[in-house]
């Protein structure tokens, strides 16, 4: 499957906000034993991108990305977050 420009952004954004949670997590900003464990701040930062990129494309949110691209993007955001941090929750 080939994904568009936008959603190879979308992808890499994924990565990157896993790297900014596991980060977080790290330096104590997140705590691992949290009401929210932290692949639920990397689901709700990729949820806050695409309404942002929604509204700046002046599309609909829940329109600009497929449900694969979306799927890759937090599969490999929480896939850096376990690698970086050593632990899911």
């Known amino acids: ?15 990157g906000l896993g790297a ?7 330096t ?3 705590a691992k034993g949290g ?6 701040y ?4 990729l ?3 695409e309404v942002i990129a929604g509204f700046a494309t ?4 829940g329109t600009l990305f497929s449900m694969p691209a979306r799927i890759l993007a937090f599969a490999l955001g929480v896939g850096v977050l376990i690698v970086l941090t050593g632990s899911l929750a």
Do not use: D, H
């Open 42 to 45: 990397v689901l709700l930062a």
């Open 28 to 30: 104590g900003w997140i």
């Open 1 to 15: 499957m080939r994904f568009s420009r936008p959603e190879q952004f979308f992808i890499a954004a994924g990565i």
């Open 35 to 40: 009401s929210f464990p932290p692949f639920v």
């Open 47 to 49: 949820a806050l991108v």
């Open 20 to 26: 900014l949670a596991s980060l977080a997590v790290n």
């Open 58 to 61: 002046k599309q609909p949110p």
